[in-house]
């Protein structure tokens, strides 16, 4: 499995950015994909992704504001970000879970300026 993100860049609070994904590779034994993030200091953070069953999950704080969606044909993944804050700012990361391994795309850099 490769990811392939994009879409990263500088924002005004407020504003919009949708980040995208490619999923190159099989699809057998994946249970989860969706986006993290991370800044300097800190943990890596679930931000929004699909379980195996379809569900979706949104980090509370983007509840409301992130729409996170996939294309299986294409395939891609994208994440719809509103409403931008400051506090947004960080590396994205695409994420496919495969059986038990992890797999992540090169990371995004989204900056929301104040």
């Known amino acids: 499995v490769q990811l392939q993100a994009s879409g990263g860049g500088l924002v005004q609070a407020g504003g919009s950015l949708t980040l995208s994904c490619r999923r190159l590779g099989t699809f057998v034994g994946i249970n989860f994909m969706g986006w993290y993030r991370q800044v300097p200091g800190k943990q890596r953070e679930l931000v929004a992704g699909?379980?195996?069953?379809?569900?979706?999950k949104y980090a509370d704080s983007v509840e409301g504001r992130f729409t996170i969606s996939r294309d299986n044909v294409e395939p891609t993944m994208n994440l719809e970000m509103n409403s931008l804050k400051p506090e947004d700012t960080a590396v994205y990361y695409c994420?496919?879970?495969?059986?038990?391994?992890?797999?992540w795309g090169q990371g995004t850099l989204v900056t929301v300026s104040s």
């Open positions: 994420n496919v879970k495969r059986f038990t391994r992890d797999f």
């Open positions: 699909f379980t195996r069953t379809g569900d979706i």
